[in-house]
């Protein structure tokens, strides 16, 4: 009883505390609202609070008392499959990861930031262009560009010509564009479609003759560049149950030219399954290989290089699998390479050495990229 005595007592005087310290702040409320009394109507001045100092919003989304991270994906340096494909491709790999996330662009919380590329591919450029138009086209939302003032003004300038300023969004700073200078690579605005026409491929070629000179072998090139997108329009969506993010038979296609190696590019990219899930397994070793592998990468570059030089297609038909070898046509008249990069293999013919190089990687690329590079 002498407990709950004290407990009482004690309670009562917090609230008495309590009531003392509410009436004197309505009291000091009500003199600040007061006139003073040398006649001046205007009232006490009141000095702001401090401010608080907050992270940068590009780092931290504040709303109430609550704190959230802002996911930002900063490119590798180097953003080249050639010379740089394992970071490319986890970068690529964790950027699906991120922007397929519901809470991804939730309060604009999703940024990309350019700031550490100093190299960029075009191959490489193309897919990146290809993520952030499916992002745009399947979640409706686009990444924040952070940082623009930091960006290499040679790489704002290649963003600028591919057509990827269209996909982000860039409040407040608008993109400087500056104009190319000897050295620096020319490379065309991407195109994106589902059908296949001659003029698609006549408009690319008409452009890098333009910003390249004259272009050999021209008829060779537009006739790999047509099978490149059939291959994508009719055998890269064909599995009716996965998700693409995209309309069946998208494809995606740009140009380059590097001024200082007189290095003429096109390539061709598709978010498909990628050419060894489409192609029929002819013999039991290639059954095995994938199960015999023991955590080794797959056999992919295997069964491109098999389509390279056998022209083997999913069909199985007699009259069809020249896709991959009316590309390489374009070789035997002029000096490159072409270079097929799907699922997690790797396969190169170069001019030179008229064979092909089959390489295997750990980390996919989230479909088939199709690239010839020639010199002039």
Not at 273 to 301: A, C, K, M, N, Y
């Amino acid at each position: 009883m002498k407990r709950n005595t004290n407990a009482r007592i004690q309670w009562l005087v917090r609230r008495a505390k309590n009531e003392w310290r509410r009436r004197r702040r309505h009291r000091a409320e009500r003199l600040r609202a007061q006139p003073s009394a040398a006649g001046d109507t205007t009232a006490h001045h009141v000095p702001p609070p401090l401010p608080i100092k907050e992270a940068a919003p590009k780092f931290r989304n504040v709303r109430g008392a609550r704190r959230r991270t802002v996911e930002m994906i900063m490119p590798p340096s180097d953003f080249s499959l050639r010379r740089n494909y394992q970071k490319v491709a986890g970068f690529l790999s964790h950027f699906r990861h991120l922007a397929y996330n519901k809470d991804a662009f939730r309060s604009g919380a999703f940024g990309i930031d350019f700031a550490a590329l100093r190299q960029l591919s075009p191959g490489a450029a193309l897919i990146l262009a290809a993520e952030l138009y499916r992002v745009q086209r399947f979640v409706r939302g686009k990444l924040t560009a952070i940082h623009q003032e930091s960006w290499d003004p040679g790489i704002r300038r290649m963003l600028h010509e591919l057509g990827l300023f269209e996909l982000l969004a860039t409040p407040n700073v608008r993109p400087i564009i500056l104009p190319p200078t000897n050295g620096a690579t020319d490379i065309l605005k991407f195109t994106a479609d589902t059908e296949v026409t001659g003029d698609q491929c006549g408009d690319l070629l008409d452009k890098l003759s333009q910003i390249a000179g004259h272009i050999p072998a021209q008829n060779f090139i537009y006739d790999g560049l047509v099978e490149a997108l059939k291959n994508s329009k009719h055998h890269a969506y064909t599995e009716p149950n996965r998700w693409f993010g995209v309309d069946p038979g998208t494809w995606f296609m740009t140009g380059s030219y590097d001024n200082q190696r007189k290095q003429l590019t096109a390539a061709v990219f598709d978010l498909g399954v990628g050419i060894p899930q489409t192609l029929p397994r002819s013999t039991i070793w290639e059954h095995l290989r994938p199960i015999l592998s023991f955590g080794q990468p797959d056999d992919d570059g295997k069964m491109i290089a098999a389509a390279m030089e056998y022209g083997r297609s999913r069909t199985n038909l007699k009259e069809r699998g020249r896709g991959l070898p009316i590309m390489m046509r374009l070789l035997d008249h002029h000096r490159g390479y072409l270079r097929i990069v799907s699922g997690r293999g790797e396969a190169r013919y170069d001019s030179l050495t008229k064979k092909v190089k089959a390489l295997s990687h750990h980390e996919s690329i989230g479909g088939t990229l199709i690239e010839w590079s020639i010199q002039q």
